[in-house]
């Protein structure tokens, strides 16, 4: 285990439909990730919060959005979803602004019908 | 931004050493690491580089040479557990991004 509380699990929406993902880092671990990972490809660098701001996006869609909040979990929001956006998306955190070792949450599996 | 390339696939026997080398292009870098993840499964941490040389974990080894942009992972005495997907990462910038390769799937022969 981690330490690292992904939710939910699993999630079927329909095209057109907006979701929310949520993480919960390991605790004290300030520095939280979104990646995406479609089937069989790499992990694609969405965004990083460090203590509730900001600190560098990725090729994020315009349709997603995230947020760190101050107790230090993580929501991703994605709308107007397509089915391209089906895929796994894994949260990660690191006890600073990165560097050693991230840990990875179980990942949300995201299915667009 | 930051790109990172690494043999898409390596296929060894059981017993054997293999080596997946990762090549990095990126601004403002502090270390490379490396993470194995089996299928479906969240991503696991084996090794941060941040300096030139060797360090060893048990089975596994990392190697890193900044002057090159280059890195490998070593694994020595595979067994079948061992098959899954390797993924270099870079960390850079003054946020310190952590940017994956695009991982090479590692088979274990029998």
């Known amino acids: ?113 | 931004g930051q790109s990172l390339e690494q043999p898409s696939e390596v296929t060894a026997v059981e017993g054997a050493i293999v080596q997946i080398n990762c090549t990095y292009q990126t601004s403002g870098f502090y270390g490379l690491s490396w993470y194995q993840q089996h299928d479906g499964g969240a991503p696991t941490f084996l090794s941060y580089n941040a300096l030139d040389g060797l360090e060893e974990t048990g089975r596994f080894s990392s190697f890193l040479s900044r002057s090159d942009s280059y890195g490998y992972l070593l694994l020595q005495e595979l067994q079948m557990k061992d098959s899954a997907s390797y993924f270099c990462a870079v960390t850079s910038g003054s946020a310190r991004q952590l940017t994956f390769g695009s991982g090479t799937q590692l088979t274990v022969l029998p």
């Open chain 1, 1 to 113: 285990d981690s330490g690292v509380t992904q939710t939910p699990k699993h999630l079927i929406t329909a095209t057109g439909q907006r979701v929310t993902l949520r993480c919960s880092p390991r605790s004290g671990d300030l520095s939280v990730y979104w990646y995406q990972q479609s089937l069989d490809q790499g992990l694609q660098f969405l965004i990083q919060y460090y203590n509730g701001e900001e600190r560098a996006k990725g090729n994020i869609l315009e349709r997603f959005s995230a947020q760190q909040f101050p107790d230090l979990h993580s929501e991703l929001n994605l709308s107007s979803l397509e089915l391209g956006d089906s895929a796994l998306y894994f949260c990660a955190s690191s006890s600073q602004g990165g560097g050693t070792e991230a840990f990875f949450g179980q990942g949300t599996r995201l299915t667009v019908v």
